[in-house]
Structures are given as structure tokens and as C-alpha cells.
């Protein structure tokens, strides 16, 4: 299942640049996903088949999410999409007292 705040991410942001009559192009692409980890290969493959989806000025956000969602092609591409800076919280817990905390920003 394709996670749903990539999917709402990448709509967001087809969602911005169509209504900016923002050219989707692979350099369009690449800026709005900068914070994401994602190959030029990715990239020119998501854009590929974007296009192919006949998204439109005219759709709602969610509306773009949804057909996001039902592309088998763009869920294989956005499962392997990150974001550069994710944060992971450990938490552990002995006896009565404060809990120790690890936070790593991978």
C-alpha cells in the first residue's frame, strides 16, 4: 500500500504546479522533491508516468491523490521514496522514573 503521505505530498505538489500552469518537467520535478531521496532515474519514471495519468488543472488535491493511488506503476515508484531527513524515536522504559529517549536524524 502506497504511504499516504507521499501520496499526499506528490499530490500537493502536481496539485501547485498545475494550477500554476507550472510545466511538469523532470527539473520541475526534481526542485519540488529536493527534500526527498529519489534517483534522476526515479524521477524521469514518476514524470513518464504522470503524464500518462492526463492530470489537469481542473482536479481537485484530492482528486490527484486518488489517481495517484489507483497507479500501480506510480505506487512502485513512490514506495521507494524518503524523506532525506527522517527522525526516529526510541523509547524504553525500566522501573518507575523518566523514560531514556534516543532521537536519530538519519
Given at each position: 500500500m502506497?504511504?499516504?503521505i507521499?501520496s499526499?505530498?506528490?499530490?500537493?505538489?502536481?496539485?501547485?504546479?498545475?494550477?500554476?500552469?507550472?510545466?511538469l518537467?523532470?527539473?520541475?520535478?526534481?526542485?519540488?522533491?529536493?527534500?526527498?531521496?529519489?534517483?534522476?532515474?526515479?524521477?524521469?519514471?514518476l514524470?513518464?508516468?504522470?503524464?500518462?495519468?492526463?492530470l489537469?488543472?481542473?482536479?481537485?488535491?484530492?482528486?490527484?491523490?486518488?489517481?495517484?493511488?489507483?497507479?500501480?506503476?506510480?505506487?512502485?515508484?513512490?514506495?521507494?521514496?524518503?524523506?532525506?531527513?527522517?527522525?526516529?524515536?526510541?523509547?524504553?522504559?525500566?522501573?518507575?522514573?523518566?523514560?531514556?529517549?534516543?532521537?536519530?536524524n538519519?
Amino acid at each position: 500500500m502506497i504511504d499516504i503521505i507521499t501520496s499526499a505530498t506528490l499530490s500537493g505538489i502536481i496539485y501547485d504546479m498545475l494550477k500554476t500552469s507550472t510545466k511538469l518537467s523532470m527539473e520541475n520535478l526534481k526542485e519540488h522533491l529536493r527534500g526527498w531521496i529519489i534517483s534522476d532515474g526515479e524521477v524521469q519514471k514518476l514524470k513518464n508516468e504522470l503524464l500518462h495519468l492526463n492530470l489537469n488543472d481542473g482536479m481537485s488535491e484530492k482528486a490527484i491523490q486518488s489517481t495517484l493511488e489507483s497507479s500501480d506503476k506510480i505506487k512502485e515508484i513512490l514506495s521507494g521514496m524518503q524523506p532525506h531527513n527522517q527522525t526516529t524515536v526510541s523509547q524504553f522504559h525500566e522501573g518507575c522514573g523518566d523514560n531514556n529517549i534516543t532521537i536519530n536524524n538519519n
